[in-house]
C-alpha cells in the first residue's frame, strides 16, 4: 500500500502535466497577400465560440489600416434570419510578418486569441482559420454558399490537422 501511493501520485503527475503541455502550434499557409485578404467573407461553418451559437447569415469583413492593424467586424443574425443583428469589433495584428498567416485577435482589451490562416485557395476564395488549440475553427468563402465536396475537403483537411470534425456546426445562409 505505500508503494502504491508514490506510484499512483506519480501517475496522476505525470497526467497534470500532459494535460498542462501546449499542443503544437497549427501549420499555416505559407504567404496571405493582405490586401487581397481583406472584405466580406462568408463563414459557411464553425465550431463556434458561445457568441456564435445560433449565428445566421454570419460574415467576417476585415480592413487593413494603415497602422498595419486589421479592423474586423464579425455579424450575423441571432437565433435565425430575421434575428436581431449582433455586430462584434476587433483587431487584429498580424505577429509573423513572413507569412502573414498568424494574427493575434483582440476584441477586448488586453486580451488576444490566437488567429491562424491555415488554408487558403490560390484565388483567395476560400479560407480556413484555426487555432493551435484546435477549440475553434470558421471555414469561410467569399459567397454565401459553396458545393458540398469543397466543403466535405475542408471538414477533411480540418481532421488531418488534428481537429474533432463532429464540432463543426453549418452556418445557415440566405441572403
Do not use: K
Not at 502573414?100 to 482589451?109: H, I, R
Not at 459553396?146 to 445562409?173: N, T
Amino acid at each position: 500500500m505505500r508503494r502504491a501511493l508514490p506510484i499512483a501520485a506519480a501517475g496522476l503527475l505525470v497526467a497534470w502535466l500532459a494535460a498542462c503541455a501546449s499542443p503544437q502550434p497549427i501549420s499555416t499557409v505559407q504567404q496571405v497577400d493582405l490586401p487581397r485578404f481583406m472584405g466580406d467573407w462568408y463563414v459557411i461553418a464553425s465550431i463556434p465560440t458561445v457568441f456564435e451559437r445560433g449565428a445566421h447569415n454570419a460574415i467576417e469583413n476585415y480592413r487593413l489600416d494603415d497602422d498595419g492593424s486589421i479592423a474586423t467586424r464579425f455579424s450575423f443574425r441571432d437565433g435565425g434570419f430575421d434575428g436581431p443583428l449582433e455586430v462584434y469589433d476587433a483587431r487584429g495584428f498580424v505577429e509573423d510578418q513572413e507569412s502573414n498567416a498568424v494574427w493575434q485577435m483582440q476584441f477586448l482589451w488586453p486580451f488576444e486569441a490566437e488567429y491562424r490562416i491555415v488554408y487558403l485557395t490560390d484565388d483567395y476564395t476560400r479560407t480556413i482559420i484555426g487555432r493551435s488549440q484546435r477549440d475553434y475553427a470558421w471555414i469561410m468563402a467569399r459567397e454565401s454558399a459553396i458545393e458540398e465536396r469543397e466543403l466535405a475537403d475542408m471538414l477533411a483537411f480540418l481532421g488531418a490537422q488534428g481537429y474533432d470534425i463532429s464540432l463543426v456546426e453549418r452556418v445557415p445562409q440566405r441572403w
